[in-house]
């Protein structure tokens, strides 16, 4: 008796299990937000995505109107290139700049950007205090916020690690998620096969 419980417990268990691979799992997968698509050899991109390309240049366009002066200095990143950015620091000379390996920034997926400032003698500056415009604000806090406005997420927001040049729209899609294939949809962001 106590064999054919053990056994009708394993086959109520196999059945659940089943279910849920064949059923609910590929669900999940469907209902994903609108304007993001799965597939599981996606390409990573090359280029910016055509939306954090425009915000960009909207941003570019509108801090320029105050006065300021910004540089964009990384859009799209190569894992190659995220992986040399990563071992700065570690195993070669500089200041650490990122946390993350290849294929773990969004800068891989062509979601974010950097910036600085060019200084009036024409040099490129990193300085979270520079009022370049002479208004009395931050220059970089006055980019911030025209980011911000345009729907971009700021490094400087982060609790563990500041990232104060950054700048980034993630869709509501986490590195795992892309890492897996999940990206925004736009024609031309990604080449599908």
């Given at each position: 008796?106590?064999?054919?419980?053990?056994?009708?417990?394993?086959?109520?268990?196999?059945?659940?299990?089943?279910?849920?691979?064949?059923?609910?799992?590929?669900?999940?997968?469907?209902?994903?937000?609108?304007?993001?698509?799965?597939?599981?050899?996606?390409?990573?991109p090359?280029?910016?995505?055509?939306?954090?390309?425009?915000?960009?240049?909207?941003?570019?366009?509108k801090?320029?109107?105050?006065?300021?002066?910004?540089?964009?200095?990384?859009?799209?990143?190569?894992?190659?290139?995220?992986d040399?950015?990563?071992?700065?620091g570690?195993?070669?000379?500089?200041?650490?700049?990122?946390?993350?390996?290849?294929?773990?920034?969004?800068?891989?997926?062509?979601?974010?950007?950097?910036?600085?400032?060019?200084?009036?003698d024409?040099?490129?500056?990193?300085?979270?205090?520079?009022?370049?415009?002479?208004?009395?604000r931050?220059?970089?806090?006055?980019?911030?916020?025209?980011?911000?406005g345009?729907?971009?997420?700021?490094?400087?927001?982060?609790?563990?690690?500041?990232?104060?040049?950054h700048?980034?729209?993630?869709?509501?899609?986490?590195?795992?998620?892309?890492?897996?294939?999940?990206?925004?949809?736009?024609?031309?962001?990604?080449?599908?096969?």
């Amino acid at each position: 008796m106590r064999i054919l419980t053990n056994l009708t417990n394993l086959f109520f268990f196999a059945v659940v299990v089943a279910f849920v691979v064949f059923f609910l799992v590929p669900q999940v997968e469907k209902e994903l937000p609108q304007g993001v698509f799965y597939k599981e050899d996606a390409p990573l991109p090359t280029n910016l995505h055509p939306t954090v390309e425009k915000r960009k240049d909207q941003l570019v366009e509108k801090v320029k109107g105050s006065g300021i002066n910004i540089v964009i200095t990384e859009g799209h990143r190569s894992v190659e290139r995220q992986d040399k950015l990563y071992e700065q620091g570690r195993s070669s000379n500089g200041q650490i700049v990122t946390h993350a390996r290849g294929g773990e920034s969004y800068h891989n997926y062509g979601l974010a950007i950097d910036f600085a400032l060019e200084h009036e003698d024409g040099r490129i500056i990193w300085d979270t205090e520079y009022d370049g415009n002479g208004n009395g604000r931050s220059d970089w806090l006055e980019i911030v916020k025209a980011a911000k406005g345009l729907g971009f997420e700021w490094g400087g927001d982060w609790e563990n690690f500041k990232d104060y040049p950054h700048l980034q729209m993630d869709f509501g899609l986490s590195i795992r998620e892309l890492k897996r294939g999940k990206r925004p949809e736009v024609d031309e962001y990604a080449d599908e096969e």
